[in-house]
């Protein structure tokens, strides 16, 4: 007799599992896809979304400024890529259901409990991410940047901004995903804790190392400013402090799993 707690795909034929997940993927595509054709009408508002820190910039200093396209395309592929952009960005929690659907019945109630929390983490933390390099890291990198223009004189001439579309859109996506990617350390570190993989102990003895390795993905992920990298690196060794903390945790409640009277008066 099966346990009230079992599996409810234990015993699915594989042909069931790939048709199931043929229908999830199916349907993530067609959310992606909708979502596509709606970001594409609103995709100049989108644009302007993202170019905002750079505007207000210029409107800080009073200067009338433009982004320029060199290629007869490439405003039309610069807006495609950015409803695709912002369809994935916003069709993330969708996509995650339809993995939580897919995976769940195959769960155990208790395996269940302990994976949900990392579900809902994933996009919050993602979504902290591009808060923290919208509001905070393109600001100061605009300005960081704008630093090198060069007013004409006698003998020199003046070097002034003239951004592209695609280039400036293609920046922005790199440093959005690139502190995305990184927020999800805690969650990546905390899952691996669970079943074992790495411990809060070598974590903390791997600090240092971890503090190296932060920099050297700043210093690949990010543009080649000091501003930019430092402001992934340092959220990247927070993170990483968090994790070690949160593995901490898991072990200490597999602990009590293990050893129930463990810690408490007899």
């Known amino acids: 007799m099966n346990s009230p707690e079992a599996p409810e795909q234990s015993s699915m034929p594989l042909l069931d599992h790939l048709i199931e997940l043929r229908q999830r993927l199916l349907r993530s595509l067609i959310a992606i896809l909708l979502l596509f054709f709606i970001c594409y009408y609103f995709s100049v508002d989108i644009y302007g979304f993202l170019v905002r820190p750079l505007a207000d910039i210029f409107q800080e200093s009073g200067q009338d400024r433009r982004l320029i396209f060199t290629a007869m395309h490439e405003a039309f592929f610069t807006y495609i890529k950015v409803s695709f952009f912002a369809a994935m960005f916003i069709a993330f929690p969708f996509v995650s259901g339809q993995v939580w659907l897919f995976v769940a019945p195959g769960l155990y109630k208790q395996e269940k409990k302990a994976f949900l929390p990392f579900l809902i983490a994933t996009p919050v933390l993602f979504f902290l991410g591009g808060a923290l390099v919208y509001y905070y890291v393109l600001p100061v990198a605009w300005k960081f940047f704008l630093t090198f223009e060069q ?21 922005v996506m790199r440093l959005i995903f690139a502190f995305g990617i990184c927020f999800e350390l805690p969650v990546v570190l905390t899952l691996l804790g669970k079943v074992g993989l790495v411990g809060s102990k070598g ?48 072990e200490r409640r597999s602990d009590e799993k293990l050893d129930p009277n463990n810690g408490k008066k007899s």
Do not use: H
């Open 151 to 171: 007013i004409g004189s006698e003998g020199a001439m003046a070097i002034q901004l003239e951004a592209k579309v695609n280039e400036y859109l293609s920046l």
């Open 203 to 250: 974590l903390a003895e791997k600090r240092k190392y971890a503090i190296v390795m932060a920099f050297i993905a700043a210093a690949i992920l990010t543009p080649p400013d000091p501003i930019s990298q430092i402001g992934l690196a340092l959220p990247t060794i927070l993170l990483y402090e968090i994790s070690i903390y949160s593995v901490k945790l898991v």
